[in-house]
């Protein structure tokens, strides 16, 4: 080094020749480069990390507004089952049926010679 000095006194004038010099810049570079290199990965993992979160919230509050729209059509389906029950039972009633038999077929209730019991 004694002999690079010598050689350069002014070393900031004339670039330094291969020796140790070069390899000393090259080792305070390296740590630099370095932390650089992990500050990039360790911003990139944040974003991805942080991408990763929002695509997980956004499938929290679909599956919510899912959950949402079933409910709603349980419950419609609910009342229309219950409304069916209904029109069931004022179908089924005997005082209709008889009033259709009379008023559409024209039947009539037969008379008591008309009727056999069976043992």
Request: aromatic letters at 6%.
């Amino acid at each position: 080094m004694p002999a690079a000095q010598a050689a350069a006194p002014n070393s900031r004038a004339k670039p330094l020749e291969s020796g140790q010099g070069s390899v000393r810049n090259r080792k305070l570079r390296a740590p630099k480069k370095t932390r650089a290199g992990w500050w990039l990965v360790l911003m990139l993992f944040l974003f991805v990390e942080s991408l990763f979160y929002a695509w997980c919230r956004v499938q929290c509050v679909d599956t919510g507004f899912a959950i949402d729209r079933q409910t709603r059509r349980h419950e419609a389906l609910l009342k229309e089952r219950n409304t069916l029950n209904i029109e069931l039972a004022r179908l089924k009633s005997p005082g209709r049926i008889e009033t259709i038999a009379r008023t559409r077929l024209g039947l009539v209730r037969p008379a008591a010679q008309q009727t056999v019991r069976l043992p």
